[in-house]
């Protein structure tokens, strides 16, 4: 129930801190897979520096790097999907869809289910 009051917080100095609130009744999870990598005393050596450098860990550049390489974003999605759309338009080996359906649609598996 939004609104209702949870509990306190206890300010490092003793005193109490404004409440906490509770949120709307969702939440979001992440699911992980656990994995495990080879890599040379180099590549770790490199990737320990750029974490402690960058206040991350060395999961989290594995993961963003990987992202980056072979996870696209929406827009070259888009641009796959477009460029994969009526990649069989030419072919004459197969029978005109429409026909098909229709044929499919003739069946009497609608009158058996009602």
């Given at each position: 129930?939004?609104?209702?009051?949870?509990?306190?917080?206890?300010?490092?100095?003793?005193?109490?801190?404004?409440?906490?609130?509770?949120?709307?009744?969702?939440?979001?999870?992440?699911?992980?897979?656990?994995?495990?990598?080879?890599?040379?005393?180099?590549?770790?050596?490199?990737?320990?520096?750029?974490?402690?450098?960058?206040?991350?860990s060395?999961?989290?550049?594995?993961?963003?790097?990987?992202?980056?390489?072979?996870?696209?974003?929406?827009?070259?999605?888009?641009?796959?999907?477009?460029a994969?759309?009526?990649i069989?338009?030419?072919?004459?080996?197969?029978?005109?869809?429409?026909?098909?359906?229709?044929?499919?649609?003739?069946?009497?598996?609608?009158?058996?289910?009602?």
């Amino acid at each position: 129930m939004p609104g209702r009051l949870l509990m306190t917080d206890q300010a490092a100095d003793g005193g109490i801190r404004k409440p906490f609130v509770d949120r709307p009744e969702w939440c979001i999870l992440y699911t992980m897979r656990r994995t495990q990598l080879y890599l040379d005393d180099e590549l770790w050596g490199t990737l320990r520096i750029r974490s402690q450098q960058a206040g991350t860990s060395v999961s989290d550049l594995v993961r963003q790097a990987v992202r980056e390489k072979y996870a696209t974003g929406p827009a070259s999605r888009q641009q796959a999907m477009r460029a994969f759309a009526g990649i069989w338009k030419d072919r004459t080996d197969l029978s005109d869809p429409e026909v098909y359906l229709r044929e499919l649609r003739k069946g009497s598996r609608l009158k058996r289910v009602r």
